[in-house]
């Protein structure tokens, strides 16, 4: 069949706007993601890392039935032959094109051909969680996507391979994360709840039939989720936070790189649904409302933390966004659509050297502190610290994991790795899971302002010691070195049992001197 770019355009712009959004990953030699470090750390772990003699006293790897392993599994096998850096990229190049693609399926099912509107959706595949480096939520988002598209195209025909091959399917994306296998069940819940509204047939045998199927594909993932997830996994602290996290939601949705919402763009769209609504340019699918429904209710009040970890409240945002111009059918005539077409395609363009050139200047920062960690000695214990005065407002979560790099290049121990038990497969050893976050809710660097008190051991009334930063009490008994954060800003003074190993353009290095007092800590 020959292609007709009049005709066909929508779905040529589909694969087009797929490898627009992917380049970025392949023009830097990593993604500055705030958690990339830690994760490319965990891949070399389990790649044989933890074996070495100078990591083996630190680290072992516990592998479980944990509901967060889609990197995990698919980095260090397909790193064997490719490398870990070059294997990460192979991983989020896949969930980009499973983010884009994915919904544009779902479009064209819903409406006989690729449109516009699903090449609007592409905008929210660069949202929080993938500039968080949240690699196995968004992952297994991504593949959400394709297996709800896999349901609609696969919707006629009932039978029990499909509904084994679809359980199969659900628990595999539970495995990637269980966040995302709860997605997947409100996605084709909610769509299965538009065709039993549109189809009005409200017998008691057809709502057993369809949601009872449902159920089924559900239940291997349920008995996981039950009886086989390891201790401590999925639970601790539960916090909603709604007036404080508001901006946070909004943000989360679409963003250029890490620190700059696409505000302009987000506004443009969401004018423009509004305008098409109130004009009659563009209609939702009928079978799509309760899902958009559900969606936005869970994006405004989703919790900030649930499950043992942080930033719940970013996950939903840009699936809302997804699924908004997925499900929309916008009623133009060819030239209109085309142009608009052609302007978006160009805005992917710019977001993507966005991106590029922002991951560029992050990468140089970041060999610059990967060649001064070479002075380093191997199987040293580190922790970094931010100057927060010296930073500004300039975006420090960048930093935050830097440190990890080290694991990798130093063989070091550094307290932010995630070795969460029940959440991750990296352990710690004893003494030192005693030296490191115990959770999320400690997963940030203490500033340079909290050293002297961490120093003496003195919580001195400041809550962030006692409840996010207890394992650095009396830090110079148990590290080696430091690594501070400044952006060569004007610098605080440092303590006295830091001694200066190296200055950076952005960061320096310290000696910890032991104290006389660390006995036998």
């Known amino acids: 069949m020959r292609f007709e770019w009049g005709k066909d355009w929508p779905g040529g712009a589909i694969f087009a706007a797929a490898a627009i959004l992917v380049a970025p990953l392949w023009f830097t030699t990593a993604p500055a993601m705030p958690d990339y470090p830690a994760h490319l750390a965990t891949f070399y772990l389990i790649s044989g890392g933890a074996k070495l003699h100078t990591l083996a006293q630190f680290y072992r790897i516990e592998w479980g039935f944990i509901p ?44 006989g051909r690729f449109g516009a509107g699903s090449l609007a959706a592409s905008f929210f595949a660069y949202n929080a969680n993938f500039m968080w480096g ?15 598209a896999a349901w609609i ?42 065709i039993f509204c549109e189809q009005r047939n409200f017998s008691p045998a057809e709502i057993l039939k369809r949601f009872g199927e449902i159920a089924a594909i559900f239940v291997p993932a349920a008995i996981a989720f039950l009886f086989l997830k390891p201790a401590g996994a999925l639970g601790g602290r539960f916090e909603f936070n709604l007036p404080d996290t508001w901006q946070d939601r909004i943000d989360s949705a ?12 987000l506004a443009a769209l969401i004018l423009f649904l509004a305008m098409g609504v109130w004009r009659g340019w563009v209609s939702f699918h009928p079978r799509m409302k309760f899902l958009l429904l559900a969606l936005a209710a869970l994006t ?4 900030e933390w649930a499950m043992g970890g942080w930033g719940v409240d970013l996950r939903l945002p840009a699936i809302l966004g997804v699924f908004a111009f997925t499900a929309l059918d916008i009623r133009f005539g060819p030239k209109t659509l085309r142009i608009l077409g052609a302007a978006m395609l160009g805005l992917l363009v710019y977001s993507a050297a966005a991106l590029a050139g922002n991951w560029r200047y992050y990468d140089a920062r970041f060999d610059e502190f990967r060649t001064a960690s070479q002075s380093i000695p191997r199987g040293a214990r580190i922790f970094t610290v ?17 440190a990890e790099l080290a694991i990798v290049d130093r063989g070091a121990f550094t307290p932010l790795m995630f070795t969460t038990k029940g959440q991750h497969v990296v352990y710690l050893k004893p003494p030192f899971d005693k030296w490191a976050a115990g959770n999320a809710n400690q997963g940030s660097p203490p500033d340079i302002s909290e050293l002297d008190d961490l120093d003496a051991g003195q919580i001195d009334g400041d809550k962030d ?57």
Not at 134 to 148: E, S
């Open 68 to 111: 967060n392993l889609a990197a995990e599994i698919f980095v260090p096998a397909f790193g064997k032959f490719v490398g870990l850096t070059v294997g990460v990229k192979m991983f989020l190049s896949a969930a980009i094109a499973m983010w884009v693609l994915g919904p544009a399926y779902v479009h064209r099912l819903l409406y």
């Open 134 to 148: 949240f690699l196995n939520y968004y992952f297994a988002a991504g593949l959400a996507f394709v297996v709800f």
């Open 153 to 194: 195209a696969s919707h006629d025909r009932r039978s029990n391979w499909r509904l084994a091959s679809f359980a199969a399917a659900v628990t595999v994306v539970y495995f990637c994360h269980v966040f995302a296998a709860a997605v997947l069940g409100l996605l084709i819940g909610a769509y299965e709840l538009g």
């Open 254 to 265: 679409m963003l250029f790189h890490f620190d700059k919402p696409a505000y302009f763009l």
């Open 300 to 303: 405004i009040f989703a919790p």
């Open 386 to 402: 931010l100057d927060g005065d010296a930073m500004g407002l300039a975006s420090d979560e960048p930093y935050w994991h830097m």
């Open 465 to 521: 010691i006692r409840d996010v930063f207890p394992y650095l009490m009396h830090f110079q008994c148990h590290f080696d070195e430091v690594v501070l954060i400044h952006l060569n800003g004007r610098r605080s003074p440092v303590p006295d049992s830091l001694r200066l190993r190296h200055a950076g353009s952005f960061f320096a290095i310290y000696d910890v001197a032991k104290s006389d007092n660390c006995g036998g800590r």
